[in-house]
């Protein structure tokens, strides 16, 4: 038995190839690094690795994240230039260092030392990315404009894994980091338990902590519908109640039989899941709270 989720309908690749991976008997971590490889070389999709969204300074900053669930051990890029496959380089964080998180000039050193290949920023940059970006300097638009491929999966040995990549948002100062390389934040992942991601306003997605929150919903026995319902409503009553509006948040979680779980509070969300015996479908997910009537 095998299990995917991922955020957004951009996902279908990603899932599909994630499935082809379970289907035959692989490991949740090859699937989620190759479908993700697939997302991140889609110039059509603007907020993922080549094509993304790009900072203030008209730069390409890309963020990625992976926890395997089995081992806890985590591996995150912030910040990263020059790499078309931030996935990658975070996995070879979590599988070849001592450390969880490498940021910016390190992140690139370390995936030139291992060899991983890497590729110019300026040819990463779309010229829809670019058109953009001048439109929105124009503007002196604020920072925004956002979206992540977050992927959960379990595969036939009950391994869960937790994934992320994303170009972060859109006009963002150089050098912030989202919350999907953010452990507990974006992404989180327990073999046995379950695991979640979130897409959305980063800012407001870390202060919640949502990922960790959904896991341990979870272990304490929630649904995972319920998990992620709950995860949303009780970020936005407590952001409120501390006298911060919420913005835009999504989260997905899946526990370890398979079971799913999406909730959001805004219109437009929507998921991609596979399983055994079943194609990759898309769901449209209404939201379960609105922020702006908060
Ligand atoms: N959460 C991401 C970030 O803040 C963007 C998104 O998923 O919408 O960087």
Redesign the pocket.
Known sequence: MYRIIA?WKFALSAVTMGAKVLSSGGRALDAAEAGIRLTESDPDID?VGLGGFLNRDGELEL?AAVMDGDTLKTGAVIGIKNYEHPITVARAVMEKTMHNILVGRGAESFAREIGIESRPMLDMITPGARKLWEEKRAEKAAAS????I?FLALDSHGSIVSA?S????GM?LPG?????PIIGS?FYAESGVGAAS??????D??RTCMSFRMTEMIRAGADPQKAADTAVITACETMIRHGTKPR?M?VICLDADGRIGAACNHKGFAYVTACEGGEPTTVDVEPIIDKDTL
């Not at 404009?145 to 992540?148: E, P, V």
């Not at 912030?176 to 999907?180: A, E, I, L, N, Q």
């Not at 979130?198 to 800012?203: R, S």
């Open positions: 955020t907020c963020d404009g956002h979206d992540t977050g992320t994303t170009s972060g948002m963002k912030r980091s989202g919350d999907s974006g979130a897409t959305g306003w980063g800012e997605i870390m835009e999504a």
